[in-house]
Nanobody, 122 residues
């Protein structure tokens, strides 16, 4: 069974930083791209960042470009999202998912896990 568990969220002041982790199991991890999504209160879920199966390519939504960095450790079936210079508008529940990435589109391949809450105070 495919499982992806996000962790590392918390409460942080604007300008601060957090590192999120995503632990994956139940599939051949290094065959797939992994993406981070977030859902802010009252808003739709949106893609944040994506990393290719071997980590050679990364992409980011414009709102986080230059502040967030995605990485992966295929030996540990883990993906990270380093979040720096956090802003109140980054407040959301963050999820990770295995995706098919093609033509700039990230298509989730598994069900959504619990996510991890990031709250940025002003």
């Amino acid at each position: 069974e495919v499982q992806l568990q996000a962790s590392g969220g918390g409460l942080v002041q604007a300008g601060g930083y957090l590192r999120l982790s995503c632990a994956a199991s139940g599939f051949i991890f290094d065959d797939y791209s992994i993406a981070w999504y977030r859902q802010a209160p009252g808003k739709e879920r949106e893609g944040v960042s994506c990393i290719s199966s071997r980590g050679s390519s990364t992409s980011y939504t414009e709102a986080v470009k230059g502040r967030f960095t995605i990485s992966r450790d295929n030996a540990k079936n883990t993906v990270h999202l380093q979040m720096n210079s956090l802003k109140p508008e980054d407040t959301a529940v963050y999820y990770c998912n295995v995706v098919e990435a093609r033509g700039g589109m990230w298509s989730p391949l598994s069900s959504w896990g619990h996510g991890t809450l990031v709250t940025v105070s002003s």
